[in-house]
């Protein structure tokens, strides 16, 4: 099968053999989207060796035998598979897991490959209301999700989300669904375009605002992000800490007791409410894609992912 | 009257005269703690001017006709003194009024003189059981109390305390009154026995321990705190920031999202619990005073205070 094999921060196209799961399902990988946790691995990040990617829809070609009712389901996936003996594991809450694997990420092979494997337990099915594009979303969508289980949101709470790339924008749309004061903090005019496309209230990083605001999410990837979150946050606020800093970063941290912020680090979330937001069209990301390529063209594909708002890979395409 | 004022870096011993208060109560000074943030401001930090000391006990000499009933009292007092126009004082949360004053530390003189004033409204009553000494120990411990406003510590939780000095030694105890599962780490010897000596189960920073912690309260007063509390916490558990660091600081960030960490900034808190868990003898402070010096030996109970457990200002004796 094709594979995107990343190694000593390099992307190599490669031909693999196809993958033979040992009591986990066989999934063809479909569609692939490129996430920013992606490009940072490629520069560094997590020191993994492998196939990245890890969002993804594809159709289930084989399954263990008591699971065989999953083949031929359009699936996507959650992404940390656990030990299943561990404290965490025992609380379903397999993402902690100390041992686990992740899609594309720890220690298993990933989305950008004609096929993956993942356990049973990992899947969900599509609905067939959700595109292939939509479904590609469900993932980091539900990293989106999480923020609802972490913090307090209600109709009357003012929201700040400061990065204006994927992240940002379907946190807005996350947090809209709850509240009408969100604002969307960005750098990139044609990003911050696209965003008032869906109804957001989006502005440039300079722009005299109103704030402070009770809850502040930083989606920016970069660490002046959680700066000028320290910022923007009213005190006793809230800052969920979406992004993931591969360096060590100066903070003026003095800023956090006397105003005794609090800062919730915040990763993986539930895909049920994330299919069920893209499935009835509360949250849209038709207007987040930019490109779609083939495998075949995968350093155009990262080049671009690190300034337009969504690359997907199309495995069913041929470069 | 006597009366030590910070500026530029320097403290100096200077005769000024007694304060007259307007719609607040004169307080004769009797013993003034010195505080890390003493320190601190010594070093820089805040940028102050004037008379440092927040942690005083003294007696009442003199208040506004309609609170005489406080002349004469033994009292201990709140450091931040509101607009009482804003929201934040309507909630009766003065020490986040963005314009307050806050004794000794902006824009208000403080303890380390004969005299000092302050709002009725901020002033507590010393009971007889609690001593000159103990009291000065009310301000610290509400500010330990503060810790248990904002996390969940109940008797399974496993804390550690970062920090073997007052502050950390005084939180500790706070936790023990929780919680059976509380270790303290510092990389003072002295120190440690001191903390031994009160029961608490102190430990060298280095020494292998059976982590990882539900809570972890960072009071080292310094960078490198936040980065082991970082080590120390379990996923999704809770860090709280007592530490106030005066330079931005570069800290490891990434493991706040994966773990999905919770930082939590703490400051002041409540006098009412601190004062009874004084008077109670529940918390035991008499250990931790190692120098009680006069006014005039301003130089040498600073630098002792910089090594030692607590220096305390005795005002009633002169130097």
Not at 137 to 154: G, H, K, W, Y
Not at 209 to 233: C, E, I, K, S
Request: aromatic share 4%; with cysteine.
């Amino acid at each position: 099968m094709r594979a995107l094999v990343l190694d000593h921060h390099t992307l190599t196209l490669a031909d693999l053999p196809r993958p033979r799961p040992t009591g986990e399902c066989l999934v063809r990988v479909t569609h692939a989207g490129i996430c920013g946790t992606d490009l940072k691995m490629l520069d560094g990040y997590a020191s993994f060796a492998g196939i990245p990617g890890h969002e993804f829809v594809g159709i289930v070609e084989d399954a263990p035998a008591n699971q065989r009712h999953w083949v031929g389901r359009r699936v996507v996936g959650e992404i940390n598979v656990g030990c299943g003996a561990c404290r965490w594991c025992s609380q379903g809450v397999k993402e902690h897991c100390p041992n686990r694997t992740v899609l594309g990420i720890r220690q298993r092979n990933g989305a950008f490959a004609d096929y993956l494997t993942l356990p049973a337990a990992n899947l969900h099915e599509v609905p067939a209301s959700l595109s292939n594009i939509g479904a590609i979303f469900v993932e980091p969508l539900a990293s989106c999700c999480r923020v609802l289980e972490q913090t307090a949101i209600d109709r009357g709470t003012r929201v700040a989300v400061i990065g204006d790339g994927r992240l940002g924008n379907l946190i807005a749309q996350v947090m809209c669904t709850r509240t009408t004061h969100v604002v969307l903090f960005g750098r990139h005019a044609h990003k911050l375009r696209a965003a008032r496309l869906s109804g957001i209230d989006a502005r440039l990083n300079d722009t005299p605002d109103d704030g402070p605001y009770d809850v502040v999410v930083d989606a920016t990837g970069r660490p002046q992000g959680l700066v000028r979150a320290l910022d923007l946050v009213r005190p006793r606020g809230t800052i969920v800490l979406k992004s993931t800093i591969a360096h060590d970063t100066a903070l003026p941290l003095s800023q956090i007791p006397v105003n005794e912020v609090t800062i919730i680090g915040s990763r993986c979330g539930p895909f049920a409410p994330a299919l069920d937001l893209l499935a009835r069209g509360i949250v849209r990301v038709e207007r987040l894609v930019s490109a779609t390529l083939p495998l075949e063209q995968h350093a155009e594909a990262m080049t671009r992912a690190r300034t337009e708002l969504k690359v997907i890979f199309d495995l069913t395409a041929e470069g």
